[in-house]
C-alpha cells in the first residue's frame, strides 16, 4: 500500500469585521478581519497559512484554536490598522507540513472600504431551531461610524404560513462599535411549524441598511426523561440535596435544557438548571443539579418533577418524583439589647427567645464558650444564661446576657442549633455607649514666673456634635492645695483657662467633667507646667540687687539657686547697724544684697511672686535699710505708703511728719557710685535701694501702675533767682564717679541723707549743719549771705588722683565768691578760676577734708608797684636789673618777651614773694643760654594770691650791646 499525502483544501473565506459574518464592504475606521478555513484529509498541520492583501507581502494567519484538520480548522488575520478607501483584493495560499507537501488551491476576493452610513451585522435568531413554545430571540449588530443613534432597528419575520411579523429591537451603546440590538419572541407564542426567513432593517435617520437570514425551524420532537431521584430523602433545610435524572432522546439530539422543578412544602417552585456528561444521548445520558449547603431551605415536605426540551424545541413528559424531608430549624424570636444608649456605667442586658417547631432542644455549642444560645457582641462571642426554668421549646424559652460595654455603637447577633440546623439572626446595631473623653494640653518649655499661662482643653462627647457644658479645672501649686476654675466650654466642645504662677517649680493641672445622665463625668489627663523665677544677670564686680520673691526659706542659696559664698553676698542690718555676710545674711521678700563676684553671673531664683495687683509691706527699722521692689514691673517710688501705728499716709506726708525719707539711692555698678532716686523715680525689679527711716515704719510698696498722692519735683541744678542758687560737686577717682551731690541756697531747705560705700569708691558727703547723718544735698535757707559747706571725700582706691569738679558753677550768680579750702593740705582755690582740683590719695586711700566757702565778692586783687627796668655793665658784662613792689604775698612770675609778645625766657614761674620790695636779675639770654640780639623787649610780673586774685604789669625795656 502506497501512501498518499492528500492536497489540502482552504475554503469558507471571507472579509469581516466582526470575526464572523462576512462582508464585502468594511468600514473605513475598522480593522478588517480576514478568516478561511484549512481543511486536510490526513489530518496534517499546515505549514503556512499566509495572506496577500493588495500589493503588500504576504503575513501568516493564526489557528483558532482547533486541531481537527479532517473537518476544518479556521485560520484568522486582523489588519493592524484601518484601510484606505476603496476597492482591496485579497487572496489566501496554504501548505500542510506533510514531507510531500501539497499546496493548497488558492483563494482571493475583494471588498471594499467605504465610508458606512449604518451596517448590520451578526444577525441571528435563537434558537435556530426549536419547539413552538419556544421564546426565540433575534438579534443584531448596529454599527454606525459616525456614531448616529439608530431612528429604528427591527426585524421583519417571514413566517412559514406566508404571514409577517415585525418585531422592534432596543439596545445602547458605542455606536461607532457597534451595539448589538434584541428582540424576544416570548415563549408560548405558538409558532406555526417549519422555515422562516427574516430580515432585519435600520435606519439612522437617512440612510437605511438590511440583512437577511433564514430560521428558525420550528419542530416538535419530545425527549423522555426516567430514573429521577433525589439525595439524601431527608436533611437539614443548609444540607446540600442532589437531584438527578435519566435524558435520553432517540434520535439523539441534545437537550435544549434539563431542569428540575423543586416544589416546595408551600406550593411554590424553584427551577434548577441540571447539567450531564456523555453525548450519547440516544443510550441516555445522567443529568444533575444540585442545592449547595446553606441555601436555608424551608422545613416539611418536598417534591419535584424533571423537565427537558430537546434543542428542537420538543418538551419530554415531565417526571415527578416526591423528597426530601427538611427539618424544621429552631427559631431565635425577639432578639434585642436594652437600654440602646447609656454611659460607660450601664449594665446592658441582650435577650432572645429560642423556639422549635419540632420541640428540640438546643443543642449546647462545643468549646469556649460553650452555651446553647449565643450572642456576638462586635465580632465576640458569649454564652447566654437560660431564663427560668421552663423547656417547652415550641412555645419558647428566653436567654439573656449582662455586659457593660465600650464606647461608640455596636452590632450584635444571635445563633442556636439543634440536632441538624444552625440559625443566625441578622446583624442589630445597638446599643450606643456614650463616652465623654476630655483633654488638658499647657505650653511645652519653662514658664517664667508672674507671666500669664494659658491652659487649652477640649470636652467630647462622642455621638453628640454640639457641646455645652461646663467643666472645672483644678491648678495646684508646688506647695498649695488645688485651686477650682470653673468655665463654660465653646459648642465645639474647647474650653481655656488662665492663671499666673506666683511660685517657682513644677505646677500641675487637670480638666474634670462631672458627666449627665447620658455620659459618665470624666478626668482628664494631668498636666505639669515648669515655672522658673525671672532669670537675670549680675555683672562682674559689685552690684547692689534685689529679687522680687517670697524667698522659700531663709537661706538665700535656696532664693538664688546656688551656692552665694560665691558671690560674696552681704546685707546691712539696720537692728544691728553693720553689715552681714554669709551665712549670716537672711533672705526676705522686699530686701536688696550687695553681691561681688569676678565674672558674670546668671540667676534663676526660685520663690513665690507677690499678688502684682496688690500693695506689698516691707519692715524697716530705724536707720539706713536695704530694700528692692517685689514686683516684677517698675512701680513708682512717690506711689509708696508708710503705715505706722496702724496709720497708713503717703510717703510725701510721712517724710514731712519725720519718719522717713522721701528719696532713695540705688547703687550704679558702672559709675561704682551712689545715684539718688527721687519720689517721681521708678523702681525697677532686681536692682537694690537704700532708704532711711526715722522711725520703725513699714513701706507699703503700690503695684506698678500706681500714682503718687504728692510729688514736688527738684531742679538743683537750675539758676532760680539772684539769691537762689544750686551747684553739683562731683568727686572721681580713675573710673570711679560720685556725682549726685549738691549745695546750695534756695527759699526752702533740703538735705538728702547719704547711705554709707561698700568698697571700690570714691565718696563725697556732706558735714549735716546738725551733726546728724552724711549728706549728698546740702541747700539751705537764705539767711546769711555768707555759707561755709564742710564736707569729707573717701576712697578706698591707693595712690590714686582724686578730683573734685564744680560743672555747672556758671549758673551761680556773679555777685557771689566761692573758694573751695582743701583743709588738710591748706590750699586755696577760688572756684570760679579754676575747674577742679586734684589732689593723691594715701597708700590705703584715705579721706580728706574740704570747705565750700561762699561769701560776696571782695575784690582784693593784688598791687604791683614802684617797677623798675635798668641795663648795667660790669666786668665786661651786660646784665638787666628789675625791682618791684607787692601790696601782699603772692605767686609771682617774671616773664620776657619781644616787641611782638612772643616769649623769649621765663625768669620767674610762681614762685612766692612776701608783701614789699623784689627784685631779679636778666642776664640778656634767651631759654636756650643764647644771648639776645640788641633791641626793645617787654617785662612781664604777674602776681596770683592764695585765693586765686591776680595782677599783671608789662614793663619796657631796650637792650643794647
Same mark, same amino acid.
Given at each position: ?21 462576512? @462582508?464585502?464592504? =468594511? ?41 481537527? #484538520? ?104 458605542? #455606536? ?34 438590511? &440583512? ?12 423522555? &426523561? ?75 415536605? #418536598? ?129 450606643? =455607649? ?26 467630647? &462627647? ?299 569708691? =570714691? ?52 555777685? &557771689? ?12 582755690? @577760688? ?131
Amino acid at each position: 500500500t502506497v501512501a498518499v499525502n492528500h492536497k489540502p483544501e482552504l475554503r469558507d473565506h471571507k472579509v469581516t469585521m466582526d470575526g464572523s459574518t462576512a @462582508v464585502t464592504q =468594511v468600514s473605513k475606521t475598522a480593522r478588517p478581519i480576514f478568516l478561511v478555513t484549512y481543511q486536510d484529509a490526513d489530518n496534517d498541520a499546515p505549514k503556512f497559512v499566509r495572506l496577500f492583501l493588495d500589493s503588500a507581502a504576504g503575513v501568516n494567519m493564526t489557528s483558532t484554536g482547533s486541531t481537527n #484538520y479532517r473537518t476544518g480548522v479556521v485560520y484568522r488575520y486582523q489588519a493592524p490598522a484601518p484601510l484606505a478607501l476603496g476597492s482591496h483584493t485579497y487572496r489566501i495560499v496554504a501548505q500542510d507540513a506533510d514531507p510531500f507537501a501539497e499546496q493548497a488551491t488558492e483563494v482571493s476576493g475583494t471588498f471594499e472600504v467605504v465610508n458606512f452610513a449604518p451596517v448590520l451585522s451578526e444577525g441571528a435568531v435563537a434558537p435556530a431551531t426549536g419547539s413552538h413554545n419556544a421564546a426565540f430571540t433575534y438579534s443584531v449588530k448596529y454599527t454606525d461610524t459616525d456614531g448616529d443613534a439608530p431612528a429604528y432597528v427591527r426585524v421583519r419575520i417571514f413566517r412559514s404560513d406566508n404571514t409577517e411579523q415585525v418585531l422592534n429591537l432596543s439596545g445602547s451603546g458605542d #455606536y461607532a462599535q457597534g451595539v448589538t440590538f434584541t428582540g424576544t419572541i416570548p415563549a408560548n407564542s405558538r409558532l406555526p411549524l417549519g422555515e422562516y426567513r427574516y430580515r432585519f432593517e435600520a435606519s439612522d435617520g437617512e440612510a437605511t441598511a438590511q &440583512l437577511e437570514g433564514d430560521g428558525p425551524e420550528v419542530t416538535n420532537a419530545p425527549p423522555r &426523561l426516567s430514573n429521577g431521584t433525589v439525595t439524601p430523602v431527608r436533611e437539614s433545610g443548609r444540607a446540600a440535596f442532589r437531584y438527578a435524572v435519566t435524558y435520553t432522546d432517540e434520535d439523539g439530539d441534545a437537550p435544549d435544557f434539563v431542569r428540575v422543578v423543586v416544589v416546595q412544602p408551600n406550593g411554590s417552585e424553584i427551577t434548577l438548571d441540571m447539567t450531564g456528561s456523555g453525548t450519547d444521548y440516544a443510550v441516555g445520558v445522567i443529568y444533575t443539579a444540585e442545592v449547595p449547603t446553606n441555601s436555608n431551605l424551608a422545613p416539611g415536605s #418536598y417534591g419535584f418533577r424533571f423537565i427537558a426540551r430537546d434543542n428542537y424545541g420538543a418538551d419530554a413528559e415531565p417526571l415527578p418524583g416526591t423528597g426530601p424531608q427538611v427539618n424544621s430549624p429552631p427559631q431565635l424570636l425577639n432578639g434585642r439589647v436594652t437600654p440602646l444608649s447609656g454611659r460607660l456605667s450601664t449594665e446592658y442586658v441582650y435577650e432572645v427567645t429560642y423556639k422549635d417547631a419540632d420541640g428540640d432542644a438546643p443543642r449546647a455549642f462545643t468549646g469556649t464558650p460553650g452555651g446553647e444560645v449565643q450572642v456576638n457582641v462586635d465580632g465576640t462571642w458569649y454564652a447566654m444564661n437560660r431564663v427560668g426554668t421552663s423547656t417547652d421549646f415550641t412555645q419558647g424559652v428566653t436567654y439573656q446576657l449582662r455586659l457593660r460595654l465600650s464606647e461608640g455603637t455596636h452590632t450584635f447577633y444571635f445563633r442556636t442549633q439543634d440536632q441538624f440546623d444552625l440559625v443566625e439572626t441578622p446583624v442589630q446595631t445597638g446599643p450606643t =455607649v456614650n463616652k465623654a473623653t476630655i483633654t488638658l494640653t499647657a505650653p511645652t518649655g519653662t514658664v517664667v514666673l508672674g507671666q500669664t499661662v494659658t491652659l487649652s482643653g477640649q470636652l467630647t &462627647l462622642s455621638g453628640s456634635a454640639t457641646v455645652n457644658e461646663t467643666v472645672q479645672v483644678v491648678i495646684s501649686s508646688p506647695v498649695a492645695a488645688g485651686e477650682v476654675k470653673t468655665v463654660n466650654t465653646a459648642s465645639d466642645g474647647s474650653f481655656s483657662v488662665q492663671f499666673t504662677p506666683g511660685v517657682t517649680g513644677p505646677w500641675s493641672a487637670y480638666a474634670s467633667w462631672a458627666g449627665n445622665a447620658e455620659y459618665d463625668g470624666v478626668n482628664s489627663n494631668t498636666v505639669t507646667v515648669t515655672v522658673s523665677g525671672a532669670s537675670f544677670t549680675i555683672p562682674a564686680g559689685i552690684s547692689m540687687i534685689s529679687i522680687p520673691l517670697v524667698p522659700p526659706s531663709s537661706d538665700p542659696d535656696f532664693l538664688f539657686g546656688f551656692n552665694t559664698a560665691t558671690i560674696n553676698l552681704i546685707r546691712w542690718s539696720a537692728l544691728e547697724n553693720r553689715y552681714l555676710v554669709t551665712p549670716n545674711v537672711r533672705a526676705e521678700a522686699g530686701a536688696a544684697y550687695w553681691v561681688r563676684t569676678s565674672r558674670e553671673v546668671q540667676v534663676n531664683p526660685t520663690g513665690t511672686l507677690v499678688d502684682q495687683t496688690q500693695p506689698y509691706a516691707i519692715p524697716l527699722a530705724r536707720g539706713w535699710n536695704m530694700i528692692g521692689s517685689v514686683y516684677l514691673q517698675p512701680t513708682l517710688l512717690g506711689a509708696a505708703q508708710v503705715r505706722v501705728s496702724g496709720q497708713v499716709l503717703s510717703l510725701a506726708e510721712a517724710a514731712r511728719r519725720g519718719l522717713i525719707r522721701d528719696y532713695a539711692w540705688r547703687y550704679d555698678p558702672v559709675a561704682r557710685a551712689y545715684r539718688q532716686v527721687r519720689s517721681s523715680d521708678l523702681l525697677q525689679p532686681f536692682v537694690g535701694y537704700w532708704i532711711r527711716a526715722l522711725e520703725d515704719v513699714e513701706l507699703i510698696l503700690n503695684p506698678p501702675g500706681s500714682r503718687a498722692a504728692d510729688i514736688t519735683p527738684v531742679n538743683r541744678s537750675a539758676k532760680m533767682s539772684e539769691t537762689d542758687w544750686s551747684v553739683q560737686l562731683v568727686a572721681r577717682a580713675g573710673q570711679v564717679v560720685d556725682s549726685d551731690n549738691y549745695i546750695g541756697v534756695s527759699t526752702e531747705s533740703q538735705r538728702v541723707e547719704k547711705p554709707a560705700p561698700l568698697e571700690g569708691y =570714691v565718696h563725697l558727703q556732706l558735714q549735716s549743719p546738725e551733726g546728724d547723718a552724711p549728706l549728698a544735698v546740702d541747700v539751705r535757707r537764705s539767711a546769711s549771705l555768707k555759707q561755709v559747706y564742710t564736707f569729707e571725700v573717701l576712697t578706698d582706691l591707693p595712690n590714686t588722683p582724686v578730683t573734685l569738679s564744680w560743672p555747672n558753677l556758671a549758673k551761680v550768680g556773679r555777685h &557771689l565768691e566761692m573758694v573751695l579750702v582743701d583743709l588738710d593740705a591748706n590750699v586755696r582755690r @577760688v572756684m570760679t578760676a579754676v575747674p577742679s582740683y586734684t589732689y593723691q590719695s594715701g597708700t590705703n586711700g584715705g579721706s580728706r577734708r574740704f570747705q565750700v566757702i561762699v561769701q560776696p565778692r571782695v575784690r582784693t586783687a593784688p598791687v604791683i608797684s614802684n617797677v623798675r627796668v635798668a641795663q648795667t655793665r660790669a666786668a665786661g658784662s651786660m646784665q638787666v636789673q628789675i625791682s618791684y613792689t607787692l601790696s601782699a604775698e603772692a605767686s609771682v612770675a617774671v616773664q620776657i618777651t619781644d616787641a611782638t609778645g612772643k616769649p623769649v625766657r621765663a625768669l620767674q614761674a610762681g614762685q612766692a614773694a612776701g608783701r614789699g620790695v623784689s627784685s631779679i636779675t636778666w642776664d640778656g639770654r634767651n631759654g636756650a643760654g643764647i644771648a639776645v640780639p640788641a633791641g626793645a623787649y617787654m617785662v612781664r610780673i604777674t602776681a596770683t594770691t592764695s585765693d586765686g586774685q591776680t595782677a599783671s604789669v608789662v614793663q619796657p625795656v631796650v637792650l643794647t650791646r
